[in-house]
């Protein structure tokens, strides 16, 4: 008879194990990444632009472009929604339905 693998913790790490030192002007989304996540961003039909953050148990954060926004405005959106996801567990989608 097969061994099942050992359960999982339900809640994902998503904290550096180190000292984290930021060297960028987005410190929330770097250490995000620095634990195992995931960013993306590019063009999405018919939505246009949007940005992704997940991590391997949840999309935590799904902005889409607004008219007239620049990329970097996009990132420092994205880069508050990330902080919201990760230390206050509230979740930004802008692309699924409520």
């Known amino acids: 008879m097969a061994r099942r693998p050992p359960p999982r913790s339900r809640k994902p ?5 180190r000292e984290f030192k930021p060297s960028s002007a987005w410190p929330h989304i770097e250490e995000f990444l620095e634990s195992g996540g995931n960013i993306e961003i590019g ?3 018919p ?3 949007v940005a992704v953050a997940s ?4 999309m935590l954060a799904a902005l889409t472009r607004n008219t007239g926004e620049t990329l970097m405005e996009l990132m420092q959106r994205l880069e508050a929604a990330v902080d919201l996801a990760v ?4 979740f930004t989608d802008e692309i699924n339905g409520p």
């Open 47 to 49: 939505m246009g632009y």
């Open 13 to 17: 790490a998503r904290r550096v194990k």
């Open 55 to 58: 991590d391997e148990h949840n």
């Open 87 to 90: 230390n206050h567990d509230t």
């Open 43 to 45: 063009s999405v039909r």
